[in-house]
């Protein structure tokens, strides 16, 4: 592995530099991304965000967007960049598999992999690790790389602590997780003096819904959603004809599962949606209930204990039953 003192060096003068995250990135994704990328602009670096898919039309405001290349719909410039890069910044992942086509370019590229990181169980893959699962957010981490252990905290300005706020506001539930910490909230007051204006990216983010996408939610709540008293849960399924019917887009499902946990007395919720190619889930839980396990043990997924995904190649009514069957298994879990 690259220690710090060579990664620093390497730093120190301009290269060029790929930032990339996972498929479908949300709000930690792009804004630890957009956070980087901001940072290493001031440094003189050639830098760019190439992301392996689209991402929710509410994260384009981000300072830096107007410059993400999004690598399904520019696979050759995408792979043209990743083949000359010196440093390749891998943000918000640790195995090649959640960067889909890309994670073979990735691999093979010569370049220094650098992992800023909060997930379970990383691949070897990289070169250089700033890793920690106890983190409430990968722009945590990567507040953390740039103040802490390059200690050029004075390159955090308006444009980098946006971005970063973002992704700490997003994958902290509005600092609402356990893992907010006091640690995080001094974070956050130290993103808010260097220019983040917390209520404006509050308002970016969560009240700029579509009117299909509200309509959508209301079918979600009214027409989808099944509780199961007996283990505290409850699911919302969507199948491919409710997507078609509410033209749902990137980033319209998000959030939708955490209405399912706000329900009192549910201690896991599930949001199951039928996709083109399969159907993916998104699990939330409440306290040490750990969706993760459920996620990674039948599912093909993984996650964070109380925020995991998950896929299945099963028709959609058949992942609704697989996942019922696996609840009395954690039944006592579940009733605590």
Known sequence: MLDLASLTELLSQPRKIVITTHHKPDGDAMGSSLGLYNFLIQLGHHAKVVTPTDYPEFLAWMPGNEEVIIYTENKDLSARLIADA???FCLDFNALGRINEMGALVGESKAIKVMIDHHLEPEDFDDYRHWDINACAAAQLVYTFIANQLNQKQYINKDVATCLYTGIMTDSASFRLPNTTATVHRIVADLIDAGA???RIHELIYSSSSENRLRFLGHCLA????ILPEYNTAIITVSKSDIARFDVNTGDTEGIVNYALSIANVHLAAFVVERTD???LSLRSKGEFPAN???KKYFEGGGHRNAAG????ESLEATVAK???ILPQYKTLLLQ
């Open 197 to 199: 204006n917390n209520s």
């Open 86 to 88: 010196g440093i390749i």
């Open 293 to 295: 396990e459920i996620c």
């Open 223 to 226: 027409n989808c959603l099944e």
């Open 323 to 325: 996942l019922k069957s």
């Open 310 to 313: 998950g896929q299945s190649d």
């Open 278 to 280: 399969r159907v993916k």
